[in-house]
């Protein structure tokens, strides 16, 4: 199953051209759900594509309903209140269509998914939050924990505890990621529509190097709701504007799809397919999983940060896990065997503020954690698979 994931700042019409991709889809024989958290203005829209309207509050419900039992026994002295009066927290939206996602994924009746968070800090979260909860899983329940208790249940089955409800929980919810292909780059792409306003370039900027830190790529950016030309001077400054929107945008990710504003909004099904406003019919770009390659005595792990500029990184080593932050959004990033075993001395950004930006980590083996031998490769071994031999 592919997700085109499509988004962009609020009114610039990016669930126009979600919901033309996925009638293009549907055109072409393809199996399509759009998943949205609003209903879709369109009419008609559900006859030829399945839309699915996931509303945060009954999601929260119903995932409550199934573990407020559990909960209850658990903790005897806590009241817990029915899923009618629960009250949802921030992220639970974000949650929602992460099941919803998920349902669809374990399901198998769908070869896409048009995904419509809402504006471009929404998409963000959600594509964020599949690591977040790896993460905070990692933290909740380390494998020691699971261990003892399994052996205390194992011991005392008939006393199951705040631990045992806890655990069941996060087996729960790491069930619910394993169907989600959202963090995967290969099976998600994700789209970017913008207004054409100044500042658009830069927009662009600012969510590439986001989507970076999340391991993604900006698959294509549509400049959306071009006025035509017209008569005086009014017109003659607009067309301006978005001739330099366009261009600026160009020179920074190449080809850009352009869509002219409709004189009446689209009404049906058959209003947005005349738009000719679907994404590019392209797979998602390729993303190449981090490796470390060696130079000289040490290894350097090349992460790749679009658009990032110099003092707007920052890189802390916590553990196991290497952490990266830029552009308001942060990554905890879990380094190899190989990795574990050494020490950061640095790091640096190299080709700042363009699309090839790179965050080049810099790593020396720790002699408390090799032995001896292996902290003196043979001459002439570049590769770290030859230094692990």
């Known amino acids: 199953m592919q997700i085109l994931l499509v988004t962009g700042p609020g009114g610039a019409g990016s669930s126009t051209v979600a919901a033309a991709t996925a009638l293009r889809l549907a055109a072409g024989g393809s199996r399509v759900v759009l998943l949205t958290p609003d209903a879709p203005r369109t009419t008609g829209l559900g006859e030829a594509v399945e839309v699915d309207v996931v509303a ?14 559990q909960l209850g026994g658990a903790l005897p002295l806590l009241t817990v209140p029915p899923a009618s009066s629960v009250v949802p927290v921030p ?4 949650f929602a269509l992460l099941t919803a996602l998920a349902g669809h994924a374990a399901a198998g009746r769908a070869d896409a998914v048009v995904l419509d968070p809402g504006p471009t800090p929404a998409a963000v979260a959600l594509l964020a939050l599949p690591s977040a909860l790896r993460w905070w899983l990692g933290q909740a329940a380390p494998t020691r ?14 006393q199951p505890g705040g631990t045992a409800a806890l655990l069941a929980g996060v087996a729960g919810v790491e069930e619910l990621l394993t169907h989600v292909p959202l963090a995967d780059p290969r099976r998600t792409a994700v789209h970017l529509v913008l ?7 830069e927009q662009l900027r600012a969510t590439a ?9 900006v698959a294509s950016v549509t400049v959306a709701r071009l006025l035509p030309d017209g008569p005086g001077v009014w017109w003659a400054q607009r067309a301006v504007v978005q001739a330099e929107t366009v261009r600026a945008v160009s020179d920074l990710l190449g080809e850009v799809r352009e869509v002219a504003e409709s004189a009446v909004p689209p009404f049906t099904a058959a209003d947005v397919a005349a738009l000719d406003a679907a994404v590019p019919d392209a797979p998602a770009p390729q993303v190449a999983t981090p490796a470390p390659r ?29 952490v990266v932050t830029a552009a308001g959004m942060r990554r905890s990033v879990p380094l190899d065997a190989l ?9 640096a950004l190299a080709a700042p503020g363009t699309a090839s930006a790179t965050l080049e980590v810099r790593f020396t083996p720790d002699p408390a954690h090799w032995p001896t031998g292996l902290l003196r490769p043979e001459a002439g071994a570049t590769d770290p698979e030859e230094s692990r031999a």
């Open 56 to 69: 945060a509050g009954p999601a929260l419900e119903q995932l409550w309903g199934r573990h407020a039992e």
């Open 91 to 94: 992220g639970v939206r974000e």
């Open 145 to 158: 924990l699971r261990v003892l208790a399994a052996l205390r249940a194992a011991a005392t089955p008939e």
């Open 195 to 201: 207004r054409p306003e100044p500042g658009a370039d």
């Open 209 to 217: 190097t986001a989507l970076g830190v999340l391991g993604q790529r």
């Open 294 to 322: 060696r130079v000289a005595d040490e290894w350097v792990l090349d992460l790749p940060l679009p658009f990032a500029r110099r003092g707007e990184v920052e890189l802390t080593r916590w553990d196991d896990d290497l």
């Open 339 to 347: 990795l574990r075993r050494c020490t950061v001395t640095g790091g």
